[in-house]
């Protein structure tokens, strides 16, 4: 190989420099910019044994494809929800996620589903040896299952083991930080390496049908090439998030060529492993204080599924110059907008106040629908008075006051209707909804009524 000469790589997001700098322009990251030997040809690139490269196909002439991308499902209806019914044949997706929050517990109970259903399944481990992938297999009560175990982090010799026997239909890759490549010179973990590891193993993936599951662990000061480089490369980013502290797992697509990006699967972290979470609203209200003041009962909708989660705000007069607002689980910039409609619209004064406010349970709540919820959540706070507890909100502030359409208003009041709550919170617009899910409307179409209400 030609020795090239070296460059400068951005480990946050692989921008390549020619001289070394404190900060990356591309990306603004500081003190990641790291020496590595300038990018070898990436393996496989050189060969001109095309595979019918280039040329040009139809797209009407394809009619003869099926409707439905091939998926290979592995029972698991938490998993299969967020990839969209399954892990594409021929695909190759990244599983991201800090150390520790169970990316390689999930997919060996994927694997050994899988493997029972009778797929050959290839579990490449870089960072335990197969003897611990067997005795974790075996305390999850999985060590019956045949899956293929290996640790080997060189690229080529994974490929070349792959090769033997019948292709795999699914082969995990534990982490893609541990893999390296001969065909890239520098350390395994750089960005370099990550990136050409990628790119063969998705030749791999889209040459053999395989399905390729990379895993990687995003560390929180960037400094660990990061996954992110390959996010760009493959065809699904799924997260697998969650507080270490608690046992909730979410898993959430961050991108998605064949399926939603907007569902969620839930899970438990339990000593026997991961556990699905079929009823999630029921967990996140499970410790539920009733007459507690400053908690609201949010319908929220993650993708196609409602889910009930509560809104807690505790509001208490402030002795620093500058309030405190501290936020878990929502938008900060969003708290501060409630905060300036509830004082300007509605005459409720909190700058005198800190804020603090948390989506119980350690789920991140992302949609405008919640506005509703959190005001609700902090009026209650301030008078010290519990809100109903047969209530739930949901409703999208604006600017003005006024309280805005969300969408999906049905599956949110059949969801509280089905956990036994009896009235809701919401826009006018959603009032008929309320009606069909036997639910009764306290419709607000300003969130000063919504104010006057409370305060009554
Ligand atoms: P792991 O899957 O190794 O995390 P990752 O691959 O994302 O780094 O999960 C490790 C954590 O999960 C560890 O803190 C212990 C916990 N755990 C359980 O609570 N129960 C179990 O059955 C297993 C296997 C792990
Ligand atoms: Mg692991």
């Known amino acids: 190989m030609v020795r090239a000469k070296p460059a400068f790589v951005c480990q946050s997001c692989g921008a390549v420099h020619n001289r070394w ?192 599951i990379l895993v990687g662990h995003v560390t929180k000061d960037g400094q660990i090439a990061g996954p992110r480089v390959v996010e760009h490369m493959v065809d699904a980013v799924l997260s697998f998030e969650g507080d270490a502290g608690r046992d909730f797992r979410i898993l959430r697509a961050q991108k998605n060529r064949f399926g939603p990006t907007d569902e969620i699967g839930v899970f438990a972290m339990t000593g026997g492993g991961l556990e699905e979470v079929r009823n999630p609203s029921a967990l996140f209200l499970g410790d539920r204080e009733p007459d507690a003041p400053g908690a609201a009962v949010l319908a929220a909708l993650e993708g196609s599924r409602p889910l009930l989660v509560e809104i807690q705000a505790l509001v208490v007069p402030s002795s620093l110059g500058t309030p405190r607002r501290a936020v878990v689980g929502w938008d900060s910039a969003r708290l501060a907008m409630v905060l ?79 956990l036994g709550f009896k009235r809701a919170a919401l826009p006018p617009s959603a009032a008929e909804a309320a009606q069909e899910a036997g639910v009764a409307a306290l419709s607000v179409a300003t969130l000063d009524a919504l104010v006057a209400r409370l305060a009554a």
């Open 340 to 418: 300036a409609v509830l004082e300007a619209r509605c005459g409720v004064r909190l700058g005198q106040h800190d804020v603090h406010l948390a989506v119980a349970g350690g789920l991140r709540v992302q949609e405008p629908a919640a506005d509703l919820a959190v005001a609700a959540a902090l009026v209650s706070s301030l008078m010290g008075a519990p809100l109903p507890v047969d209530a739930v909100f949901f409703g999208e502030i604006g600017l003005t006051g006024a309280v805005r359409p969300v969408a999906h208003p049905g599956p949110r009041l059949r969801e509280a209707a089905r």
């Open 21 to 212: 700098s404190g900060k990356c322009d591309a990306c603004g990251a500081w003190n990641s910019i790291v020496q590595e030997a300038a990018s070898a040809p990436l393996p496989g690139v050189s060969t001109s044994r095309g595979l019918g490269r280039g040329r040009v196909v139809v797209l009407e002439g394809l009619s003869g494809a099926p409707d439905e991308a091939p998926r290979l499902a592995s029972g698991m209806a938490e998993l299969d929800r967020v990839t969209g019914g399954g892990f594409v044949v021929g695909s190759i997706l990244l599983l991201g996620g800090d150390p520790g929050i169970g990316k390689s517990t999930l997919l060996l109970q994927a694997s050994a589903a899988l493997a029972n259903a009778g797929h050959r399944v290839v579990y490449v481990s870089g960072e335990e040896a197969a003897a611990q992938v067997r005795l974790r297999a075996q305390r999850l009560g999985l060590g019956d299952a045949p899956v293929a175990l290996a640790a080997e982090t060189c690229v080529e010799d994974i490929l070349a083991t792959l090769r033997e026997g019948p292709t795999p239909r699914l082969v995990i890759l534990d982490s893609i930080q541990t893999l390296w490549t001969g065909q890239a010179e520098s350390a395994p973990g750089t960005v370099t390496q990550v990136r050409a590891s990628a790119q063969a193993l998705i030749r791999y993936a889209k040459t053999t049908g395989a399905c390729v």
